[in-house]
């Protein structure tokens, strides 16, 4: 029981209008902060898929470029580009997972995994042409390759600009 120099709360009866009215409001407000918060996690989620693809694909080129200059081997750059295949299917697969809420989310959403399968066909190429490699030498000057490249280095600008709008990048 309470004692008399303890303060009871005085709370509006669920039964009279003051109770009512205040169980509206807390429910609004409730409501109001999980939709807030549903825009803000769906751009940090395209931001972090574009973040970790533009990795992956920076990493790719890098790759191909120390095999060019036969500066790495054929054995490591074939498991960087395994891994980074592996990375962009998981950027993909992150962004697949969230649900967006709204028409603008959406079409980020649409825009990001765009362009993040589209990084993965670049890298597909890439893995190609290193799969068809003959000999040491012949990495540059293959047609192969100078499509891989050409795909990858279109796909880094394509996730640059992504990162510039969405904040996360220079």
Same mark, same amino acid.
Request: aromatic content about 2%; hydrophobic content about 45%.
């Given at each position: ?34 939709l807030s918060g549903c825009s803000a996690p769906q751009g940090q989620v395209a931001a972090t898929a ?14 191909? $470029? ?16 395994? $891994? ?5 299917? $998981?950027a993909r697969k992150g962004l697949l997972d969230s649900v967006p809420a709204t028409a603008a989310e ?27 490699? $003959? ?25 640059k600009g992504l990162r510039q709008r969405l904040g996360t990048g220079r």
């Amino acid at each position: 029981m309470n004692s008399p120099t303890q303060a009871r709360p005085v709370l509006p009866a669920p039964g009279r209008p003051g109770g009512r009215i205040a169980s509206a409001a807390v429910l609004l407000f409730a409501l109001g902060q999980a939709l807030s918060g549903c825009s803000a996690p769906q751009g940090q989620v395209a931001a972090t898929a574009v973040n970790q693809g533009s990795s992956a694909v920076g990493t790719s080129v890098l790759a191909l $470029d120390l095999l060019a200059r036969e500066r790495a081997g054929t054995p490591a750059v074939g498991t960087s580009l395994e $891994d980074m295949a592996g990375e962009l299917e $998981d950027a993909r697969k992150g962004l697949l997972d969230s649900v967006p809420a709204t028409a603008a989310e959406r079409g980020l959403h649409r825009e990001v995994i765009s362009a993040l399968v589209r990084a993965e066909a670049a890298l597909g190429l890439a893995r190609q042409a290193l799969a068809a490699k $003959d000999s040491r030498g012949d990495t540059a000057d293959t047609p192969g390759f100078r499509a891989a490249q050409t795909a990858l280095a279109a796909s880094a600008k394509e996730l640059k600009g992504l990162r510039q709008r969405l904040g996360t990048g220079r």
